[in-house]
């Protein structure tokens, strides 16, 4: 097969679950840094904030679900799939013998997310070694970004074992996230550690008070002072009746003349969860993904959680994929093909709406002859209905400019 297949055999062996290499683990533990609440910010540790996660996941798997194609064509009115050419069924269908179309595109987008960059070897077959046969994602820590004496990058890529490799450009697939120098794309988390390290801190610190017991939801107020021995009976008591899942809602009673004062949350516990608030919201805005997206509903409504998600669609998810589109045509295509051929992701599920306005939509493309009953039905996974549902129509009273349309006969585009 090739050079390539060493390497990519160490790739099949972490994603199929197998132990990190001391290396990758090091690597793991010192990227980001720490932050000025005194917590380590990385991958792993970003992913713990469960905001972070969710954004990571409502990135990765919009993007994974979305059909990716390969198309030849200067546009839309000449454009046919290139289902024949073999990086179609890579984009499209499975990039290696091991993976899925969607855990690629999945794992793609969240090592983007969180750091900035993906990298995916090439295999290629052939006399030449000209024709693209498989694409294996690889660990970003087992791979370092050069600069020759040419200027130009080149890649040194580990196998985890301790052995290295020198990988050109044109055999490597690499996606950059906002470059601003260098090779490399900027890293989300790196660059927001301050915001991150806040939520994880906090979440650590209420864990601890969780844990020590420091915070107490009422106090038992008993009219006589009472020995250690018997505040000990009875708070034992107390807990085993009432304390834990099973013993909510039961009803208390108090002897003795005892009363019980509950505890509302001080002004320091409110401030802690405005905060956590106000930090879950700066995540979204790092990520741009619409709060209701990660289950914050605090302000949303029926009307402005349509027009979010066509925003997330148009304004977050659009320049993902047109980064992805772009590299695709780079790093995949030839000199030639790029003349002619292009990559898209298909969108036009996520921008269906409601079925209201869908219904309107429909209404108006085929009242004006830009969309056939079979065009439609497609749109709404139907079957068609025969060749009559290819016909497209056009108001009898629009005509072309300057033609008399008294008496003309209604028009009918086919």
């Known amino acids: 097969m090739g050079w390539w297949r060493s390497i990519a ?103 983007i997310a969180l750091g900035g960059n993906f990298y995916a070897l090439k295999g290629m077959v052939g006399s030449r070694g000209s024709e693209l046969a498989e694409l294996f994602p690889l660990l970003p820590s087992r791979v370092q970004v050069k600069e020759g004496t040419t200027g130009a990058p080149y890649y040194v890529v580990s196998d985890g074992q301790g052995s290295e490799r020198t ?21 989300p988390i790196s660059y927001n550690r301050e915001t991150i390290g806040l939520q994880i801190a906090g979440n650590r610190m209420q864990a601890r008070t969780m844990k020590a017991g420091a915070k107490i939801s009422g106090v038992l107020k008993h009219p006589k002072s009472l020995s250690p021995k018997a505040v000990k009976e009875l708070r034992e008591h107390w807990e085993q009746m009432y304390s834990g899942a099973e013993n909510a809602g039961k009803t208390a009673v108090l002897e003795e ?10 002004n320091t516990d409110m401030q802690y969860i405005e905060q956590r608030k106000l930090t879950s919201s700066d995540i979204c805005a790092i990520y741009r993904i619409p709060p209701h997206m990660v289950a914050n509903l605090e302000r949303a409504t029926h009307s402005n959680i349509e027009h979010s998600a066509i925003e997330f669609v148009v304004q977050t998810l659009g320049p993902w994929l047109r980064r992805i589109e772009a590299a695709i045509r780079r790093d995949l295509l030839t000199d030639e093909e790029r003349k002619t051929m292009y990559a898209e992701f298909l969108v036009d599920a996520l921008m269906r709406g409601d079925s209201a306005a869908r219904g309107t939509f429909y209404q108006t493309m085929f009242g004006t002859g830009a969309l056939s009953v079979n065009e439609i039905r497609r749109r709404e996974n139907l079957p068609p209905i025969g060749p009559d549902g290819d016909v497209r129509y056009v108001p009898g009273n629009l005509m072309k400019l300057g033609r008399e349309s008294i008496g003309a006969q209604p028009v009918i585009a086919k």
């Open 9 to 111: 055999d160490g790739v099949k062996s972490f994603t199929m679950g197998h132990a990190l290499s001391s290396k990758d683990i090091l690597a793991l533990l010192t990227q980001g840094g720490e932050s000025a609440a005194g917590v380590a910010v990385n991958d792993e540790s970003a992913m713990s904030v469960a905001t972070v996660y969710a954004c990571i996941a409502v990135l990765s798997e919009s993007v994974a679900q979305l059909p990716c194609k390969l198309y030849t064509g200067s546009g839309t009115d000449d454009r046919q799939a290139a289902n024949s050419h073999r990086t179609y069924g890579l984009l499209h269908d499975a990039p290696n013998e091991w993976m899925t179309s969607f855990e690629f595109w999945e794992q793609c987008v969240a090592q």
């Open 167 to 187: 990988v050109m450009t044109t055999d490597m697939f690499h996606i950059r996230y906002r470059r601003l120098k260098g090779w490399t794309g900027l890293s």
């Open 257 to 266: 003349g005892m009363d019980f004062e509950r505890l509302s949350l001080s």
